[in-house]
């Protein structure tokens, strides 16, 4: 059989649609693309295919069947290193499930009725004299890895949404010359900053320890320009930015439940009230 590569860039595209209607919360239609899509690719991504038909199953709510996904996912890997036992490359996707399966025996654990998901994580609390915290955002004026106005903006609404619904916490923009004293710092993630198939990462300084002094932000944007990006990127930036502020604010780690803001790969836009549960337990309110 020859390979046909109009075919399978039309899997891809179907693929990456896919994709955007599961973040969008169009579960049957996602899943009718995934499975179109996988016709079409020939069984040649059918790892990172599995994977992401996991992650749409367990947004959905079906764990059972994000479970039958992921063992599909092992089942795919594990064939695929038996068909080429020289090819190193395969080991590249073992991290992809390897984190999957972490995902998975977290969840089989928790309890569905659970309030708020505080023993799942670190607890980062800033204490009481930091307040107000003060965000600072790289601007695109001055630094390579900076923001233009409008995305500021949005990154600064990220974080008056959480104190919208948890009100003890005060934050302030920071000026622009007191990156050095700023409480929180924001920038755009450069090449390797992030681990494969994640979109932003807070670091917290110090490196250990329950209160923090300083937390880095890094975050993916395709464009650095709020103009230049598209509905579906302005979205998707809304969505990692108001998750990294979750962490930066306290919550270290992620919630084992898939309607949660804090789970691992949440596309939601709106703060749960287990995740607010969360931070009132963790800062005793
Ligand atoms: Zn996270």
């Not at 809304?238 to 596309?267: N, R, V």
Request: with cysteine; hydrophobic share 35%; charged share 25%.
């Amino acid at each position: 059989m020859t390979f046909d590569y109009d075919k399978f860039m039309k899997g891809v595209g179907l693929y990456e649609e896919a994709n955007r209607r599961r973040d969008n919360l169009e579960f049957d239609f996602a899943f009718s693309l995934y499975e179109r899509a996988q016709e079409l690719l020939f069984g040649r991504v059918d790892i990172p295919l599995f994977y992401d038909m996991a992650i749409a199953a367990d947004l959905s709510g079906d764990f059972g069947r994000a479970n039958e996904y992921f063992k599909k996912c092992c089942v795919s890997l594990e064939q695929m290193k038996a068909d080429n036992p020289y090819d190193e490359r395969i080991n590249n996707l073992q991290p992809l499930v390897d984190s999957l399966a972490d995902q998975i025996s977290e969840r089989k654990m928790v309890d569905n009725n659970a309030t708020d998901y505080a023993n799942q994580i670190q607890r980062r609390v800033w204490q009481h004299h930091n307040f107000p915290l003060t965000i600072w955002i790289a601007d695109k004026a001055s630094q390579h890895d900076g923001f233009d106005d409008g995305v500021s903006d949005l990154i600064f609404d990220a974080f008056r949404k959480w104190s919208n619904r948890c009100q003890w916490f005060q934050v302030a923009r920071a000026n622009k010359a007191d990156e050095g004293i700023a409480k929180i710092v924001i920038k755009q993630a450069s090449p390797g900053d992030l681990q494969s198939g994640s979109g932003g990462q807070t670091k917290f300084t110090p490196n250990h320890g329950e209160n923090p002094t300083r937390a880095d932000i890094r975050v993916y944007i395709p464009n650095s320009d709020l103009a230049s990006l598209t509905s579906d990127q302005k979205r998707v930036f809304q969505s990692l930015i108001l998750h990294e502020a979750g962490h930066a604010l306290g919550i270290d780690g992620h919630s084992p439940f898939a309607d949660d803001l804090m789970w691992w790969k949440s596309p939601l836009l709106e703060i749960s009230s287990r995740d607010v549960e969360t931070m009132k337990i963790i800062y005793g309110q």
